[in-house]
């Protein structure tokens, strides 16, 4: 029997969950945990975690991009390891969901479409990837009409699979096209003006002294393994608009977190 060890902190089984990684899954992995113990709070007591923590934990990730779903991935396998571990006495990773992207405010978003302020370089990515799904239309046709030519539809998997892969492939089509109708491209000025906006890398400094630097990117350019967060996240608004020497409050479960701007570039 699985011994239940509720003083275990996340510091704790962080260590022995990222020991059974390997390669870059344990690189991504370093990255996101690193974020949620901040988040959570590193030495709170595991058996503390309940589900609406992990719900809220979701909230703040925004909504589903294919970076928030890898690192949501992340996170359910680590809260999956804890249940399986007995130091959480349920599965929470089944709290952990991301909004769907473009479904909160449909009917507003129609008659007042907001921009989606991106770096050059997130932009370019975006077009990039927007080519490469539409590549992908072709072969994903072929494996329909291949499938199909299987004339038992009672049972037929690759038929399901194909059409699934479809529907998800023509969504992120119009996820992306939308969202370039609406960018605007961040001229980076953070520097200039000395004040942080997208595009800005700015240096903070926490309450125990510890330096970090982010880039202050575009909704769907974070990346928690570069760097890279999100001007709408709890950290990225707080830090907008802010210049050097201006300190900033965030909250999260473990409490406030407190941070002053040390440089703009």
Same mark, same amino acid.
């Given at each position: 029997?699985?011994?239940?060890? @509720?003083?275990?902190? *996340?510091?704790?089984?962080?260590?022995? !969950? #990222?020991?059974?990684?390997?390669? =870059?899954? /344990?690189?991504?992995?370093?990255?996101? #945990?690193?974020?949620?113990?901040?988040? !959570?709070?590193?030495?709170? @007591?595991?058996?503390?975690?309940?589900?609406?923590?992990?719900?809220?934990?979701?909230?703040?990730?925004?909504?589903?991009? @294919?970076?928030? =779903?890898?690192?949501a991935e992340v996170l359910r396998a680590f809260l999956v390891y804890l249940n399986k571990e007995g130091v959480t006495s349920q599965n929470l990773a089944s709290h952990l969901r991301l909004k769907k992207a473009g479904r909160t405010a449909g009917v507003k978003h129609a008659s007042q479409p907001s921009q989606v302020e991106l770096t050059q370089e997130g932009s370019d990515a975006l077009k990039a990837e927007l080519e490469g799904l539409i590549d992908q239309r072709v072969s994903v046709r072929d494996d329909i009409r291949k499938a199909m030519a299987d004339k038992?539809?009672?049972?037929?998997? @690759? *038929?399901?699979?194909?059409?699934?892969?479809?529907?998800? #492939?023509?969504?992120?089509? /119009?996820?992306?096209?939308?969202? #370039?109708?609406?960018?605007?491209?961040?001229?980076?000025?953070?520097?200039?003006t000395g004040r942080v906006r997208v595009g800005s890398l700015v240096k903070v400094k926490n309450s125990s002294g510890k330096v970090m630097e982010y880039s202050i990117v575009g909704p769907t350019e974070a990346n928690a393994a570069e760097g890279k967060i999100s001007s709408v996240s709890p950290v990225g608004k707080a830090l907008l608009d802010r210049a050097p020497g201006d300190e900033v409050e965030v909250s999260a479960p473990a409490g406030t977190m407190k941070l002053t701007v040390e440089a703009v570039k």
């Open positions: 029997m699985i011994e239940v060890m @509720p003083t275990s902190t *996340l510091d704790d089984k962080r260590a022995l !969950f #990222l020991e059974t990684l390997k390669g =870059q899954v /344990r690189k991504s992995a370093v990255a996101e #945990l690193e974020r949620f113990a901040r988040w !959570f709070g590193s030495e709170k @007591p595991l058996g503390q975690m309940r589900g609406h923590d992990i719900a809220s934990y979701a909230e703040s990730m925004g909504p589903a991009t @294919p970076d928030t =779903q890898k690192r038992d539809f009672r049972e037929n998997a @690759p *038929l399901d699979a194909a059409k699934d892969r479809q529907g998800h #492939l023509e969504a992120r089509i /119009r996820e992306i096209e939308a969202m #370039l109708k609406r960018a605007v491209i961040a001229d980076g000025a953070g520097g200039k």
